[in-house]
């Protein structure tokens, strides 16, 4: 979910980390996926070197890397606060990734609940809400950006699932709303049935209580193969609000390799 925003006054960086799956289908990543891996760490590197401040809404590694300290020279760093409302794995890599980089950056701020201005840009950053419904995966902080428009990135609430999650969206009300989607595909490991439709259903409520114009669906729903089953239920909640996955949105074809691993090792994909 690296994502770059620039408004008038600010150029933002959000979540700073790319990761391939260790295990898939009993299977290691395939030479397309780590070839990609490579790629996208390489984009994100030169995104972030023109960025002013760069977020981190949680401490998952796709969603930062503290392989590489130097990316968050003399930037303004936005992070998930590392002591509270957080899970223990995810503390200890708060605390290794301050040691990092706290003498390397402009200046750090703690975001959970916080609001800051800079020029006629403004950012809010949610209470820290859940990663899913499963405690053990700890808490995020969701990201609005507001300018002319309102652009906000879920970062991991995977549906939204939980309602804290969803009324942060509908009460800011985006223009544009980035979402990590469900995890349909550990449906039967982790979810049930109806944690799905609940996902589903709270964006569908989120769509419909809103003046999101645009709404880009990606990252967990996009490691299942049906993910196009999903994006097509919610376009008919209004006809009128863009469903696309982040590819879409940039005008390119899906590559969902993950989800793709199977074939991809038995050569059905080219």
């Not at 890599?93 to 200046?107: G, H, K, N």
Request: charged share 25%; net charge negative; with cysteine.
């Amino acid at each position: 979910m690296a994502t770059y925003v620039e408004t008038k006054d600010v150029k933002i960086f959000i979540d700073p980390g790319v990761a391939v799956s260790p295990d898939r289908y009993s299977l290691p990543p395939h030479h397309f996926e780590l070839d990609r891996h490579r790629e996208m760490w390489q984009a994100i590197k030169q995104w972030v070197s023109i960025a002013d401040i760069v977020i981190v809404t949680h401490y998952h590694y796709d969603h930062h890397n503290p392989d590489d300290p130097t990316l968050y020279d003399n930037k303004d760093i936005y992070l998930k606060h590392p002591r509270e409302n957080i899970n223990p794995s995810q503390q200890e890599r708060a605390t290794a990734l301050l040691a990092l980089i706290e003498q390397r950056a402009r200046s750090i701020t703690l975001t959970d609940n916080h609001k800051c201005e800079i020029g006629n840009t403004r950012i809010v950053f949610s209470p820290p809400v859940g990663h899913g419904i499963l405690p053990k995966l700890g808490y995020v902080t969701e990201v609005l950006v507001e300018e002319d428009e309102k652009f906000l990135f879920s970062s991991d609430v995977q549906g939204p699932l939980n309602n804290e999650a969803m009324q942060f969206i509908i009460e800011s009300s985006p223009d544009i709303l980035y979402v990590d989607g469900p995890a349909t595909y550990l449906l039967g490991s982790h979810y049930k049935k109806s944690d799905i439709n609940n996902a589903i259903e709270n964006l569908s409520k989120v769509i419909l209580s809103t003046n999101v114009k645009t709404v880009i669906i990606d990252h967990h729903l996009m490691r299942d193969l049906n993910w196009n089953e999903y994006i097509d239920i919610l376009s008919k909640v209004k006809p009128h609000v863009r469903i696309v996955t982040a590819a879409g949105y940039c005008g390119r074809q899906e590559e969902p390799l993950e989800a793709l691993r199977q074939q991809l090792y038995i050569g059905q994909v080219v």
